[in-house]
């Protein structure tokens, strides 16, 4: 793998996402909806988060509001998350940097386009993290 790195997926195409993300050696733990994928977060520690936003039981908007709002209260590290939505619309883009995603990509996407956009993800949040920003105090 390029970079050792684990993450949360919280989608309906589990096994296409495992597969191309196993080719880029990242281990990953899947979550079936957007309340599981909350728990899964609060237990373990994840590099990032993919967050499909069309999920059962708690949307993915609302799981990434609730993360941002534990990571606030407890002072914990800025998890980078990733949007994926079958839905291009500036709108809904929109509504997920206003959730407190990091990023936003569009279904169907290619295993380069997966890739890159946790990539950048993942720079924007270790370049400007709390995690970053504590060290620097």
């Given at each position: 793998?390029?970079?050792n790195h684990?993450a949360l ?6 096994k296409?996402?495992d597969l191309?993300?196993?080719a ?5 733990d ?14 373990n520690?994840?590099?990032?988060v ?9 949307s ?6 609730e993360?941002?709002?534990l990571?606030g ?6 998890t ?14 929109d ?10 990509l569009s279904k169907?996407f290619?295993s380069?386009?997966?890739?890159g956009a ?11 993290g709390p995690?970053e920003?504590r060290?620097?105090?």
């Open positions: 793998g390029v970079w684990n997926i919280v989608a309906t195409q589990r296409m996402i191309m993300l196993a880029a050696g990242i281990d990953v899947f979550a079936t909806d957007g309340r599981e994928a909350v728990e899964a977060w609060q237990v520690d994840y590099d990032a993919l967050m499909d936003m069309e999920m059962p039981v708690m993915g908007l609302k799981a990434v509001r993360i941002r709002q990571e209260g407890f002072h914990l590290g800025h980078p998350i990733l949007f994926l939505s079958g839905n291009q619309s500036a709108d809904q883009i509504q997920g940097y206003e959730a407190g995603g990091d990023g936003h169907p290619t380069t386009a997966l890739i946790l990539d950048s993800v993942l720079r924007a949040a270790n370049r400007t995690a920003i060290l620097a105090l």
